[in-house]
Nanobody, 116 residues
Framework: QVQLVESGGGLVQAGGSLRLSCAASGSIFSINTMGWYRQAPGKQRELVATISGGSTNYADSVKGRFTISTDNGKNTVFLQMNSLKPEDTAVYYC???????????WGKGTLVTVSS
């Protein structure tokens, strides 16, 4: 009943920027945490950034370059990506944890390709 849809991926040159968006729809209530994960070919999916209760956490590899934020209603999450590197190339997935029982929802992903 909850859907997450990512957008904003694309092809950029190293040093460039992209802004990813994730819109949640359906029975939205009690969002505990929203975050971004990524998966490169042949790699495990890894955490990029999360936001919860106004606090943010980032993977060391993106700290200082990426910024996660939400709208006031907490039904949209953004990832501003600056100073992109080729190693940032991956499919980026949106995640939301909701409710007392902490249900997790995932988007289908958006591809980010950084060329050198």
């Amino acid at each position: 009943q909850v859907q997450l849809v990512e957008s904003g991926g694309g092809l950029v040159q190293a040093g460039g920027s992209l802004r990813l968006s994730c819109a949640a729809s359906g029975s939205i209530f009690s969002i505990n945490t929203m975050g971004w994960y990524r998966q490169a070919p042949g790699k495990q999916r890894e955490l990029v950034a999360t936001i919860s209760g106004g606090s943010t956490n980032y993977a060391d590899s993106v700290k200082g370059r990426f910024t996660i934020s939400t709208d006031n209603g907490k039904n949209t999450v953004f990832l501003q990506m600056n100073s992109l590197k080729p190693e940032d190339t991956a499919v980026y997935y949106c995640n939301a944890e909701m409710g007392i029982i902490k249900m997790n929802y995932w988007g289908k992903g958006t591809l980010v390709t950084v060329s050198s």
